[in-house]
């Protein structure tokens, strides 16, 4: 199977899961019929899944979905838990700049802004978002905070998905992070976190309405 279409399938395979047309538990067997695909392209998928922690085997037979965020009261409660956290950590006396991680981060937002926000997919985006966010969570020198900021991303990951690409958006939000990583790099730690604070908040208000996620 083309890694275009792996790439669809999984995707299917998460809207599915997202509207309840999958239940909790699934076999291999299941999974092969309903998709019309062979058991080595399957397992290839769910070992992303379960890469991305929304899917784990279980014990004996068959593969079980774990809790995810799927609502939009949920979604909402993720973001002020973010907005809580993620400032905080700039501002944690722990924290340290790691200035070739900033300038990895900065050349993938750079990118982003001026061309990728027009061209990629969601889960492509997603992983960008996701990365920068977690980046500056493990500079915080917290490992309970960068752990939780990576949790929450795994589990608002599906609900991501379901959400309909709005590339504008993307586009401000890069612009965001390319101001958060500029007070980053002048040493302007407190302008920073009042940067990612505002960032959160704006999303939470952007992307946390029930219109916006469909039937």
């Not at 239940?23 to 392209?41: F, I, K, N, Q, W």
């Not at 009042?194 to 029930?210: F, M, Q, V």
């Amino acid at each position: 199977m083309p890694p275009a279409d792996t790439e669809q399938l999984y995707l299917k395979l998460a809207e599915d899961r997202l509207h309840g047309k999958l239940g909790d538990s699934v076999t291999e067997a299941d999974l092969m019929r309903r998709y019309d695909v062979p058991r080595h392209t399957l397992r290839r998928i769910l070992s992303r899944i379960v890469n991305e922690g929304w899917m784990q085997r279980r014990t004996g037979h068959g593969w079980a979905f774990l809790p995810m965020i799927d609502s939009v009261e949920a979604y909402r409660e993720s973001y002020e838990l973010r907005r809580f956290l993620e400032p905080q950590g700039l501002r944690s006396p722990s924290f340290k700049l790691d200035p070739a991680v900033l300038s990895e981060q900065r050349k993938r937002q750079e990118f982003l802004h001026s061309a990728g926000y027009k061209t990629l997919g969601q889960v492509e985006l997603f992983k960008s978002n996701s990365d920068f966010h977690e980046a500056l969570a493990l500079m915080s020198g917290n490992r309970f905070l960068a752990q939780t900021v990576a949790r929450q991303n795994e589990l608002r990951r599906l609900i991501e998905y379901r959400q309909t690409l709005d590339r504008d958006r993307v586009w401000r939000q890069t612009g965001e992070h390319l101001a958060i990583i500029e007070m980053l790099e002048k040493g302007l730690i407190e302008r920073a976190a009042k940067l990612l604070d505002k960032h959160i908040s704006g999303a939470l208000k952007e992307k946390a309405r029930p219109e916006l996620f469909g039937p």
